[in-house]
């Protein structure tokens, strides 16, 4: 495992750890072509942007990390092996900035577990017949798994500026197994959609590549009544860029077609789903012009469709009545009143207003489309009846960190969840250690990293009642009449106290405008523009709308906005997008606190995608900013291998008379009991070190994964 010129392939392995020490390694290891280097149990993966050799996964099964070289697999197999053994959740969490490589890194942890669990179909069942059936539906699973990721991808991942197939949405993947270890099921949760994506991005960016993928297929165009030429489409000619050398989207189209098809979709489905996409792409052509003339005349028409017969062929692509369609984008119902006296009244939209209802239709059809998508997978992932899951493997594979020139909503609620991970980092590897050590009396110098706590009470607030970013924009969404400037001047007021804003409303910046704000994030320094925060966030869609759609004809239309007729009867205030998101996020952090945490951490190893080439300026960062030499740090001044008294006792009580087969007193009494029937001291709290000569401490540090420093089978 360890070869000269290779440099350690586990940080914890190295005498001193400095940031020059951590980079050195990590270059020397990069120049060499290997990605991977362990912080303990933790892997650091470098993106190389080029195929890099891929070892054997039968090398890695039934290894411990430590024993074979740092690998996905290998972290793979630990988290699958602690499943079977512990019989509980386990998750990995793959966090890094966009296009450091999460995305491929969960593919491949997916894989490998694929592979070492098919292998435990009916292990414990006799009969060969069910063993056989067994085998059959964990292929169907494994199968289904593996074939989901293509389909989420095509509807979720686009190109940007950064990434050729960066997720445009957060991705946390259950994969449910049984008690013997064979996957059963599987279940997909989904977070904040980037739909704005669908009617505007940045230059040289695309949309969703499924567009793409349906255009590239001419038979499937003209069978839709439309032309394949992705330039006539507005949606798409808005960013100008079509084609990309690394995207195949005729290759991909037919790899989604066969997925879609293991997904247990069929043709009129499929059609159903591109009359859909279709549509959309026919909504950006529908122009509206604003009629001075009649709006002089008669004050309530001051808008008209400039091409009719553009809506005429959206209307038919969704199985809806043209003339409604077309009242519903350039008229409004507002409600007034209330009680007795409440009543609707319909306003006029001019061309403006009329433009947003139309974006505003496209990128909720394409938000529920995509909705549909997960859910039809998360159906088809279901367990079998009679099939139960005993443990869960999550995967969180959720959009990085992002700066870009323009940043949005859509970035400030993507960055915040990118906040919340590296805390509960944060939390997990470098502050609950320590006060671990603290609390258990061992000798411990405390180790200094950068707490992002106060980040995440400006952009959440510390308590239900404190000031925050969220709140105020809440406050401001529902007041109503707020420009984009009092919005910042609020946040300004509301937020001086805090180290973490700046806006020029409070002086600290005269580079920025009055619509724009700065939160100085763990990763950097970002600069929102806040001009559409309070639409984004207002998220709504106007029951006109909602109307049109439920008088589709299709069943598909029907489905996407079945839920909105209650929201639309609701008396209840809409929740905004920030505060479900939040929600969200929350729910997220509390079901990985539920697992035992695995983590991949990725790095970006250059901006210009360009293979094996380490930008040492870009990388510091990252490794400044994921806190990797604190980890490496804390994980080396304390115990690679620690369990619960619980486990522990659980695992190994039948090792000594006196604890087996029952144990009536503490699970630490037990723990300490096991231990000295064993010859082992355990760890002196004042020295801090166990020997590790001993045989039965050998046996013990095999069987529980132990990678002390120190113990000379973590050396060996
Ligand atoms: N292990 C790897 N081997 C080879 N190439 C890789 C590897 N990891 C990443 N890449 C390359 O980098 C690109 C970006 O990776 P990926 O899509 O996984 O990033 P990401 O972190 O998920 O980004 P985003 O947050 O934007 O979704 C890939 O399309 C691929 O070209």
Redesign the pocket.
């Known amino acids: 495992m360890f070869r000269a010129g290779e440099g350690m392939y586990d940080m914890t392995l190295m005498d001193e750890v400095t940031e020059d020490t951590f980079m050195e390694n990590l270059k020397t290891r990069f120049s060499k072509g290997i990605?991977y280097t362990n912080i303990g149990e933790q892997i650091v993966?470098v993106?190389?942007?080029?195929?890099?050799a891929e070892p054997e996964m039968a090398d890695f099964v039934n290894q411990f990390q430590y024993e074979v070289q740092p690998h996905i697999y290998a972290l793979a197999d630990d988290t699958y092996r602690a499943l079977l053994s512990e019989k509980s959740d386990q998750c990995v969490i793959?966090t890094?900035?966009?296009?450091?490589?999460?995305?491929?890194?969960?593919?491949?942890f997916m894989k490998y577990v694929a592979y070492v669990s098919s292998s435990r179909v009916g292990a414990s069942m006799a009969d060969a017949a069910a063993s056989s059936a067994a085998a059959a539906e964990t292929e169907r699973i494994k199968n289904r798994l593996l074939e989901s990721n293509p389909v989420l991808e095509a509807f979720g991942?686009a190109k940007?500026l950064?990434?050729?197939?960066?997720?445009?949405f957060g991705k946390y993947m259950e994969l449910q197994f049984n008690f013997a270890g064979a996957p059963v099921g599987g279940r997909i949760s989904q977070y904040l959609l980037e739909k704005s994506r669908v009617v505007t991005r940045a230059e040289g960016e695309r949309s969703f590549h499924v567009f793409y993928q349906m255009l590239s297929q001419p038979i499937l165009m003209s069978q839709l009544g439309l032309t394949p030429d992705p330039a006539a489409y507005k949606y798409l000619a808005i960013s100008g860029c079509y084609e990309v050398s690394?995207i195949r989207d005729v290759e991909d189209f037919l790899e989604v077609q066969q997925a879609v098809k293991v997904l247990g979709w069929n043709d009129d489905d499929l059609e159903e789903v591109f009359k859909v996409l279709g549509a959309i792409l026919l909504l950006g052509n529908v122009e509206f012009v604003d009629d001075a003339d009649k709006s002089a005349e008669h004050k309530t028409e001051c808008v008209s469709v400039a091409n009719q017969e553009v809506v005429l062929q959206v209307a038919d692509l969704l199985a809806v009545d043209a003339d409604f369609l077309m009242g519903s984008l350039m008229s409004r119902s507002i409600s007034t009143g209330v009680g007795r006296r409440a009543s609707q009244i319909t306003v006029q939209l001019d061309g403006a207003g009329a433009a947003d209802t139309r974006d505003a239709l496209a990128k909720f059809l394409y938000s529920r489309l995509f909705d549909w998508v997960v859910a039809r997978i998360n159906s088809e992932l279901e367990p079998a009846r009679g099939a139960y899951s005993e443990a869960v493997i999550g995967i969180l594979?959720?959009?990085?960190f992002?700066i870009f020139e323009d940043n949005s909503f859509e970035q400030f609620c993507i960055n915040y969840c990118n906040e919340k991970l590296q805390q509960y980092f944060i939390l997990n590897v470098l502050q609950s250690e320590q006060e671990e050590y603290a609390r258990e009396g061992i000798t411990w110098t405390p180790i200094d990293y950068f707490d992002n706590s106060p980040i995440i009470s400006l952009i959440e607030g510390a308590s239900a009642r404190s000031a925050s970013i969220i709140a105020l924009l809440d406050e401001a969404c529902l007041v109503g009449n707020t420009t984009t400037g009092q919005l910042v001047e609020k946040f300004a007021n509301g937020l001086s106290s805090s180290a973490h804003f700046e806006a020029a409303a409070n002086g600290a910046d005269r580079s920025l405008t009055a619509e724009q704000f700065r939160i100085k994030h763990y990763a950097g320094d970002v600069v929102y523009s806040a001009e559409l925060f309070q639409d984004k966030n207002r998220d709504a869609l106007y029951p006109d709308l909602v109307n049109t759609m439920h008088t589709s004809s299709s069943a598909l239309v029907q489905e996407l906005f079945k839920g909105d007729k209650a929201l639309a009867q609701s008396k209840r205030r809409p929740v905004t997008a920030a505060t479900q998101f939040k929600k969200a996020v929350c729910e997220l952090i509390a079901t990985l606190q539920a697992c035992s945490p695995h983590y991949i951490r990725?790095i970006?190893s250059n901006d210009a995608?360009r293979g094996l080439h380490l930008d040492e300026e870009r990388v510091r960062h990252q490794v400044v900013y994921l806190n990797l030499v604190e980890a490496v740090r804390v994980r080396k001044a304390g115990f690679c291998n620690r369990q619960h008294y619980t486990r522990f006792m659980w695992r190994y009580k039948m090792l000594t008379d006196a604890t087996w087969p029952i144990w009536r007193g503490s699970d630490r009494d037990g723990v300490e009991t096991i231990l000295n029937g064993l010859g082992w001291r355990g760890p002196s709290t004042s020295s801090g070190r166990p020997s590790c000569s001993s045989r039965t401490h050998r046996r013990l540090c095999s069987w529980s994964g132990c990678g002390r420093s120190g113990c000379r089978l973590w050396r060996s």
Do not use: M
């Open positions: 990605i993966s993106n190389p942007f080029q195929s890099v793959i890094g900035e966009s296009g450091a490589g999460k995305t491929v890194s969960s593919k491949i991942n940007t950064r990434n050729d197939n960066s997720s445009r690394s594979d959720i959009y990085g992002e990725c970006k995608k």
